[in-house]
């Protein structure tokens, strides 16, 4: 199991591959993209049994503690969140949690779900302004695309990234939306 220190410190150490620069973001995956993560995996990590235990259409994603699945049919944010938690015990709707596991997502967003915009598992419904994840914590990481969250509208009480529709410095960054719009999205499991 690689923690987050030690991706952390892996980053640390190779400062060029992790570092978060939204203008990366703005097209296809280059060399050095985590699609093509040149960073070597733990070594404590038997990627090979890891496979052999995950549950069907989750992937192994260079540089990730967690399997991905994508999933390209939109739903709302409530659906999506019941599609990966009946996957397996421990599988949920992914959330980056530093800047590495951003740009990691928001490329394996372009990748494999045409670049769309994907939900993210974050509100604020039970009181405005009062960003949760939907197990209640207060998320470590929430960069917010500028003026964002905005409770736009009728009011926005969920989060999505942006995609490459979207300019390129805001590709990757976060906004709050209506819970009902419809989004693909992204599964994450842990072993
Ligand atoms: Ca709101
Ligand atoms: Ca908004």
Sequence with gaps: MVTSRALLSLCVALAPACA??????????????????????????????????????????????????????????????????????????ALPVDPPGNVALRLFANAQLAGERIWLPLTDAAKEGDWRTLDGEVPAFTPWDDGEPNDALDGEDCAEMLGLADHPPQRGRWNDLGCDEPRPYVCAWTP
Aim: proline share 14%; net charge negative; hydrophobic share 40%.
């Design 20 to 93: 978060f620069d939204p203008s990366g973001l703005s097209g296809e995956p280059g060399p050095d993209a985590p699609a093509v993560d040149q960073r070597q995996p733990d070594a404590g990590v038997d990627v090979d049994a890891r496979g052999a235990e995950a549950p069907a259409g989750y992937q192994v994603v260079p540089g990730q503690d967690a399997r991905w699945r994508p999933a390209l049919a939109p739903g709302t944010l409530a659906a999506a969140a019941a599609d990966c938690a009946d996957d397996a015990p421990g599988a949920a709707l």
